[in-house]
Structure formats: C-alpha cells, structure tokens
C-alpha cells in the first residue's frame, strides 16, 4: 500500500495490538505524527475501544482486504469517520486509513453520481416531448395574447428544467474533459446564447472588457459553456431591468487567464462563507442549487478554479481562473 498517493496513514501492529509501524499523513489523518503512534495501542492510535480494535484485527488476519468503517475518537469534540482497508503485508496486519470527511471533500455525493445521467435522461425525454407540444402550440395563429403568454411563461420554465437536469448531470459527472485551446471571448460569447432569451425579457446586457491579445485557455467548451451560462444568468436575476452584467476578461499569474464577473446585487451572509461552492450551500447559487458547485468542479477539472469575494454586505466579485 502507498500510503502517500493514497493520502492517507498507514498502520502495522503486532499480534499484542500495539503499533509497530506508522507511515503516510498520520499527522492529518490520525492527528499524531507517524513517529508518535509506534508502539502505542491500536486501540489508542485509532481512536476506538479495544473490542473494536480486536475485531479489526481478526478482520485484517484473513487478508482479504475487507474494507471496515469505524467512528474514530481522536482529542476532538466530534467523532471521525475513518474508512480502513485491512490486510496482510509483510507478515504483519495492518490498514490503510483514511478520512472520509477529507476523501469525499468537493465529490459529489454518491447518489447524484450514480443517478444523474440515467435521472436526465429519465427526464429528458418527456420533457422534450413536452417542449415538441408547446412549441407547436406557439405556431398557432389563432392564438389569444393571453394563451400566447402562457406559452411564452411554459417555454421559459422547459428551458429552467433543462438547465437544472444538465447542472445535476455535470455535477455528478466523472469523466475526463475534453481540452483544447480556445477564445476564451468566444466560449463566454457562446454561454451567453443559451440564456440569450432570458437576458433579452429583462433587458439585461453583457458587457465585457478583455485585454488585448490574451492567449488562448484549454477548456472543454461543451462542459464549461452551460454553467457558466448558469451563472451569468444568476447574475442577470438579480440585477434591475436595462442593466448591465459586467466582465473582465485579463491576464493573471504565469499560464493564467482570469475571467472577473461582478455581481453588485449578491451579499454573502457569513454562514454561507464556508459552503458557497457546494450542492445547495447557498442562497447565491439560484434555482437547483448547484450551479455555483458545478462550476467548481468543471473549473477544477479543467486545471482552473473559481474563487469569491464578498460580505453580508451587497457586492460580489466570482475569479474564474483558466489554464493556458
């Protein structure tokens, strides 16, 4: 076991459950230095009672690399969850330790990422027949004002719909993007578009200002340009009528492209400081919740990120950063 590239502590222990071996991030994972466990009880070292540690012992002397979930007491207020792949190696028991709080940090939780592509797609296709429906009602001459209005609200809802099934859809996905080397004016041109019929009912219009001749950023456009385009758009609904969202588009450290999206109406309550870019941690992350916590892992998966400047009080500043 590598404990380092695993990240996370590796513990051997003698058939009297005292520690013999201790390596990997002991320090962030166990809260004790690595030369500070050795000899010590198992019991001690884990944070658990000694029958648990017995049991965790008999499991780890029939080498099957049984996996075994234990909530470890380790000098703070609240218990760990700590996940303990056991076995043999070198003659010795032993496990691989890890945290779940820090193992599952920034994933998307389990359930979204096994069910959100057959979900949308469960979804997708009726909703598709219900926008077929409505968009050849639209044609309809004979139509009242007030039916066409009707229609026109049923559209913009079907559009919100898709927007939330792709936000759920990329959250949860896992695969490898797609980079090449692109405008990074053209992608957020093209984000724009597809939320072009919600700016256009609140006449709302992007302004950008971009630095002369900045180079192009690796992006994977057909992932990055729907939630960015979420997030222009949760900008646009806070702001009034006939006004402008506003975009900088500059150079930042070495290899790096910043793209600065003001948004004076947002406020950050203090609360939210610490969940602002995960699943529905934030009132700033309009609609299904996820648009922000999408963004950062298309960012983040995308050798970029995304950071946020604010207070309680109104006025937002989002730093999208891109790799060149």
């Not at 006449?203 to 992006?219: F, K, S």
């Not at 003001?262 to 309009?286: I, N, Q, V």
Request: charged letters at 25%.
């Amino acid at each position: 076991m590598n404990a380092h590239l695993l990240q996370a502590a590796l513990l051997a222990w003698s058939p009297g459950l005292r520690v013999t071996r201790a390596q990997g991030d002991c320090a962030a994972i166990l809260h004790h230095p690595a030369e500070s466990l050795v000899d010590r009880p198992l019991h001690v070292a884990l944070g658990v009672s000694q029958e648990r540690a017995r049991e965790l012992d008999r499991v780890a002397r029939e080498d099957r690399r049984a996996v075994e979930f234990v909530s470890a007491h380790l000098g703070g207020e609240d218990a760990t969850p700590l996940r303990l792949t056991l076995g043999q190696e070198d003659g010795e028991s032993c496990a691989c330790v890890q945290d779940l709080n820090v193992l599952l940090e920034g994933a998307p939780p389990v359930q979204i990422s096994r069910l959100s592509s057959s979900l949308s797609h469960e979804i997708r296709n009726p909703l598709s027949s219900v926008k077929m429906a409505v968009q050849t009602l639209a044609r309809n001459t004979a139509l009242s004002d007030r039916d066409k209005r009707r229609l026109t609200i049923a559209n913009r809802e079907i559009r919100t719909m898709e927007r939330m099934l792709w936000l759920l859809s990329e959250y949860g996905r896992d695969t490898t993007p797609n980079l090449d080397a692109h405008a990074l004016r053209s992608v957020l041109q093209e984000a724009q578009g597809m939320v072009a019929l919600e700016l256009a009912e609140r006449r709302i219009e992007v302004r950008v200002d971009e630095e002369a001749e900045l180079p192009r950023v690796r992006v994977d456009p057909n992932r990055l340009r729907p939630v960015l385009a979420q997030v222009l758009l949760n900008v646009a609904m806070g702001r009034p009528e006939d006004s402008p969202v506003e975009v900088a588009l500059k150079r930042g450290g070495p290899g790096r492209v910043l793209m600065v999206l003001k948004d004076p109406a947002a406020a950050l309550p203090p609360e939210e400081s610490g969940t602002l870019f995960e699943p529905f941690g934030s009132r700033l992350a309009r609609g299904a919740g996820l648009s922000l916590a999408a963004l950062r892992r298309v960012m983040m998966g995308q050798g970029g990120d995304v950071a946020a400047e604010g207070s309680a009080e109104p006025g937002m500043v989002f730093t999208l950063t891109f790799a060149t």
